[in-house]
């Protein structure tokens, strides 16, 4: 089964600054896809991005990047000029094909301070 | 609607009572998934739908939760003789599972209390 951890309950950050939250995950797949989805308050899930795990190239939308480590298991996501409206959960997820079930782990409180 | 809906927002029910929880999922997706989020945890899976495949039931977990999903659109997660413990959020997603196209879009979530 695969198993996805985050280990950091809750981060804080200063408006404008950079911050790097981590993922890592466990699996004996060598094709999957993993995900950030944000969660404000209203409780709706948001993709941020996502990340197909054959591709090398680390993916980027905008103020959001991945560090993508295929080899370490590793899945860090890093937001640069960190904005008010960045406030939410964060989750990292992972899927396989064919399994289409997506395994969350248990989520980051990103506090943005102004 | 343009996104995955589901009612009721919030739901409070005495325990041992029947709840039915409903989602109308994006028109088209044929993926469909149901998830709990207690309070301040992560997303558990409950059970997936793709089409006419039998549901992945794996998540459920007791016998009191059922979930169904008429003609391949609207789905009801039911859960029978309520109990404290099912307080949290359900949340449903739905996805068109084309080809690469994997990303799942979530509704705002059915807050569940049982008092």
């Known amino acids: 089964a695969q198993t996805v951890t985050q280990s950091q309950p809750e981060m804080s950050v200063q408006e404008a600054e950079t911050v790097t939250l981590s993922c890592t995950y466990d699996?004996?797949?060598?094709?999957?896809?993993l995900f950030w989805y944000k969660q404000p308050p209203s409780r709706q899930m948001i993709l941020v991005i996502r990340q197909e795990a054959y591709k090398q190239q680390n993916a980027t939308e905008n103020r959001f990047s991945v560090n993508f480590q295929k080899a370490a298991k590793s899945f860090s996501l890093k937001i640069s000029d960190s904005q008010l409206g960045d406030t939410a959960m964060y989750f990292c997820?992972?899927?396989?094909?064919?399994?289409?079930?997506?395994?969350f782990g248990t989520g980051t409180r990103l506090t943005i301070i102004p | 609607g343009a996104g995955v809906s589901q009612s009721p927002s919030n739901k409070v029910t005495e325990k041992g009572k029947d709840v039915e929880l409903r989602c109308d999922p994006i028109?088209?997706?044929?993926?469909l998934y149901w998830y709990r989020q207690s309070l301040g945890q992560g997303l558990e899976f409950l059970i997936y739908?793709?089409?006419?495949?039998?549901?992945?039931k794996s998540g459920l977990p007791s016998d009191r939760f059922s979930a169904e999903r008429t003609g391949g659109s609207v789905s009801t997660l039911t859960i029978q003789r309520t109990q404290q413990e099912d307080s949290a959020v359900y949340l449903c997603a739905s996805s068109p599972r084309q080809g690469r196209d994997t990303e799942a879009f979530f509704g705002q979530g059915t807050r569940l209390t049982v008092v």
């Open positions: 028109s088209g997706h044929t993926a």
């Open positions: 699996t004996s797949e060598n094709n999957y896809y």
């Open positions: 739908f793709q089409g006419n495949s039998a549901p992945d």
């Open positions: 997820a992972f899927m396989k094909p064919l399994n289409e079930k997506l395994t």
